[in-house]
């Protein structure tokens, strides 16, 4: 018979090995149009991430990382099914996903994780939980809107309250139409969405305390996107004539004289509007750090820290000023160029610190979630996980990433050509990115990179060619979402705010 001192020992040793063989808890960080360069560890001049820094330093920070769709839905449907854009149809925010996609938290679901989500998810139709059993959003997205960041508001301030309520005498533009984003916040401060986002994560950990179910956690702040709302605190964190801003295009204000309605809003021609803008833009992405610190340490109080892989990255990024442009949808380095960040669970080979120069897509976290977890990656996923080459040496990594919405890119190690079409029927741009970071030497037309250019080209045209079926995973319940009705999804298409987009997909 074991004595007490044997049996406890026993006892202990077998729930460390129960505890080893589990399946990691997962808390996905997404932010909302964060450029890559924007954080201490890539040496940026102005911004502090001192949360975010040390997160790569316990894990791996990846300085190569891009969508493969740099706008909001389609990025995000990218990430959650690690496929391509126009393989699943979203090739716009408003647009379903074709029938039969199927997204990641009904993919952990399925192998028994719990899941919740806190924030944005901005998928079509709205209605549907899209895998998640617990669903907070930040506006009125998911089966439970009435628990969302909207309802709030108003049941608080009453009808009307909104999200983005600026005081009064706060926008400097209120007449321009990118300007008038810029305000200070209306509301106290923890009504503000990335601190009421933060509390509603918080308060999603604390529940799963003591439960041996894994559990899969978004917490997605629409921060730093637009608009140039903070509470005041935050606000004026920066002071706008520090801020370093590029060169505006000497023509800008004739180019964006020329752009239509709300096209404006995708240039900027006023250069203390940009210092304003960009401030605030800052400020967003420190307050956004300074609330990734209250997870972190809150998974650490509550013992959760060691049994939890942490990711962070952004759906695209900002131009910020850079070519006179501002927010996403190109394929600039300022848009598609993504911070990517991953902390495994303790004693993960990947926690070394290392910074990953190889180039990655978001369409490879998926795969790499599921290999992490220990759970098979679905077949007909596009994406390839980048566990081993963050654990050090990946000999056959692909090292290069596609893109593609209205225009398309093929980015490599150190090469990056832009097709300005859908099919190589427009301008062709190519830019060495060693030499040329800020992309601003066209070098397609040279002689000597002719053969390079020919090269890239057939690479995106089989790339186009590749058009996988839907994932398929035995014993899965078909989800909900998976089938949209002919009658829903054509008045979806017809109501995308993307024109350009809707008849690229009415096309197809």
């Known amino acids: ?76 449907a990218c990430t959650f099914t690690g496929r391509y854009a126009d393989v699943i149809g979203v090739t716009t925010n408003g647009i379903p996903a074709n029938d039969g996609e199927v997204f ?45 960041l909207n309802a709030h508001l108003v049941r608080k301030y009453g009808q009307g309250a909104h999200k983005w309520a600026t005081r009064e005498g706060t926008r400097p533009w209120p007449d321009d139409p990118l300007g008038q984003d810029v305000g200070i916040f209306k509301y106290k401060d923890e009504d503000f969405e990335t601190e009421w986002l933060t509390e509603r994560s918080i308060e999603y950990l604390r529940s ?53 309605g709300r096209g404006k809003r995708s240039y900027i021609d006023d250069e203390q509007m940009l210092r304003v803008m960009s401030a605030a833009y800052y400020a ?7 609330q990734i610190g209250r997870l972190l340490e809150e998974l650490e109080r509550l013992g959760m820290a060691d049994s939890t892989i942490v990711l962070f990255t952004a759906d695209h990024g ?13 394929m600039y380095e300022g848009s598609s160029h993504v911070p990517l960040i991953w902390r495994g669970a303790k004693g993960a080979a990947e926690n070394k610190g290392r910074v990953i120069d190889k180039v990655v897509e978001n369409t490879d976290l998926l795969p ?16 390839r996980s980048f566990l081993k080459l963050a654990r050090g040496a990946d000999p056959q990594w692909k090292d290069r990433c596609f893109s593609q919405l209205r225009t398309a890119m093929v980015r490599t190690g150190r090469w990056k050509l832009i097709d300005n079409s859908r099919s190589l029927a427009g301008e062709i741009e190519l830019y060495d990115l060693k030499n040329d970071p800020k ?53 979806a298409i017809e109501n995308a705010p993307d024109r350009v987009q809707r008849e690229v997909r009415r096309k197809r």
């Open 1 to 76: 018979m074991l004595s007490r001192r044997e049996f406890l020992s026993t006892t202990a040793a077998a729930s460390a090995a129960a505890q080893k063989n589990s399946p990691p808890n997962i808390l996905f960080i997404m932010v909302d149009e964060m450029r890559w360069d924007a954080m201490g560890s890539e040496k940026h001049p102005v911004v502090d991430t001192p949360n975010l820094d040390r997160l790569a330093k316990q894990g791996v920070r990846f300085s190569q990382a891009y969508t493969v769709a740099p706008v909001c839905s389609p990025s995000r």
């Open 284 to 290: 967003a992405i420190a307050h956004l750090d300074q």
């Open 208 to 260: 799963r305390r003591g439960k041996q179910q894994p559990w899969f956690l978004f917490t997605s702040y629409l921060k730093p996107h637009s608009p140039s709302v903070e509470p005041e605190s935050w606000f004026h964190k920066y002071d706008p004539k520090a801020i370093p801003i590029p060169k505006l295009p000497a023509n800008i204000k004739e180019i964006r004289a020329q752009q239509q």
């Open 439 to 491: 992309e601003e030497r066209n070098l397609a037309a040279e002689a000597r990179v002719r053969d390079r250019v020919e090269e890239y080209k057939r690479m995106l045209r089989a790339w186009r060619t590749e058009k996988p079926a839907p994932v398929k995973i035995a014993g899965m319940k078909t989800p909900d979402y998976a089938f949209i009705a002919p009658g829903e999804r054509k008045e």
């Open 318 to 330: 900002n131009m910020l000023g850079d070519r006179g442009r501002f927010f996403k949808g190109i």
């Open 104 to 148: 990641l938290p009904s993919i952990l679901q399925h192998h028994g994780y719990h899941t919740a989500i806190s924030g944005k998810l901005h998928y079509t139709p709205r209605r549907f939980s899209y895998g998640f059993d617990q669903f907070w959003s930040f506006t009125a997205e998911g089966p439970t809107p009435e628990l969302g």
């Open 368 to 383: 790499t979630i599921m290999e992490a977890a220990g759970l098979p990656v679905p077949d007909r996923v596009q994406g």
